[in-house]
């Protein structure tokens, strides 16, 4: 990096003044002369030969180049940057530390003993993040050592916050008081399975129901009367049909967030950006300025990098057809619970439209239909009688 000086020489005669300069030998790198004076660009060290030199005339340094320039400006501006330094710092630090954690579910209880376990594996407000890696096993340990209580946990990050999403074993719930009730359709289906652990089963594998229908009774009968009333137990599990239309372009392009992600600390200057360490090849960038000069051209950013697969293909209606069940298996799954099964798909119609293709999915599924409804207000006597009647 060369190190040189733009410096404006002032005096009576200043042609003399070069001639002398020409006779130390000092490189002159580009000469101009205007009303204000003599001009020159001269190295770092030729410089200081001029700075030694006894005479009136007057010598003002207009610019800098090289790492004489970069000196300069470390020098002038080194408690401002000593200050954006340490808070980098401080942001760096606070972005790593948790603020807040919150357990999200309406038992107390629940939600007592999650944040007994959360802190006994490290997760507690003002405390450090830890990996995502190390997230996963917390989430692991918990779930193994609160099997009874526990089916289902998820740790989100929100920036310095952890939202923990619990779900409470469905088991546990059963083994509370019952009143009397019967397990109906949730939806309008053709049912596939009938697990019934107490009750009267009404219907039978492969009938038509629809909501509201009773599949597995309460009501406890002795030829045509009614003797009892229970709390009915068991699973129904039904064929559901969805449908799923699709408009996807003939030039399909999709950036999916892998869930990796680096933060880093940038220098931009200018147009350009600079910055420690690598990239993922694809990503999704989030920058927020923490410090902006008011003077020059530079800023620093705090940046995060989040990975990206990316799929870009031009698709038509021949070769649309795996590409949109995939699309629509995705699509009709954010609808389903983790036990509802796809049994079958197809595509219906396909067509173009302008830019798009048109796609029409049929599912068949095999879900949960168990629903309840309170029988506890039936009057047993009054609904004999209104029978014999």
Known sequence: MNSRYRILIQGKNTAYFLALLIHMHIS????????????????????????GIKTSYKIIILNRYGFVKLKYF????FIFLLGGVFFLLIIY???????????????SEIRN?????????????????????????????????????????????????YLVKVEERKKNKEEEQCEARSIVAKKDAMILEIHAEEGEVVKKRLDYVKKGDVIISGLIYNKEKIVSKRCARGEVYGEIWYEVNLEIPKHYHEEKVTGKK?????????????HLFSHFSTYQKKSVAILKS?????????STYLETEVYDQKYTVDTIDSFALELATKKISQR???????ISKKIL????????????VFFQVKEDITDTVSIADIDIEKENQAKEE
């Open 93 to 107: 630090f606070l972005s790593h530390v948790i603020f807040d954690v919150q357990v999200i579910h309406s038992n």
């Open 294 to 302: 008011r003077l020059l051209p530079i800023q620093i950013l705090f």
């Open 28 to 51: 002159i790198y580009a000469k101009e002369e205007n009303d204000l004076g003599l001009i020159l660009v001269v190295n770092a060290q030729d410089y200081e030969k001029i700075k």
């Open 74 to 77: 470390i020098h002038k501006y």
């Open 336 to 342: 389903l619970s983790k036990d509802d099964e796809v």
């Open 262 to 274: 680096k933060k880093k600390i940038e220098i931009q200057f200018l147009n350009q950006t600079y």
């Open 349 to 360: 119609k396909k067509y173009e439209k302008d830019s798009k293709i048109i796609v029409e």
């Open 113 to 161: 003993i999650i944040y007994e376990d959360l802190r006994e594996f490290g997760i507690e407000k003002f405390h450090f993040k830890v990996s995502y890696q190390e997230k996963e096993k917390i989430i692991e340990k918990i779930l193994e050592k609160e099997t009874e209580r526990i089916e289902w946990l998820e740790i989100e990050e929100i920036g310095t916050k």
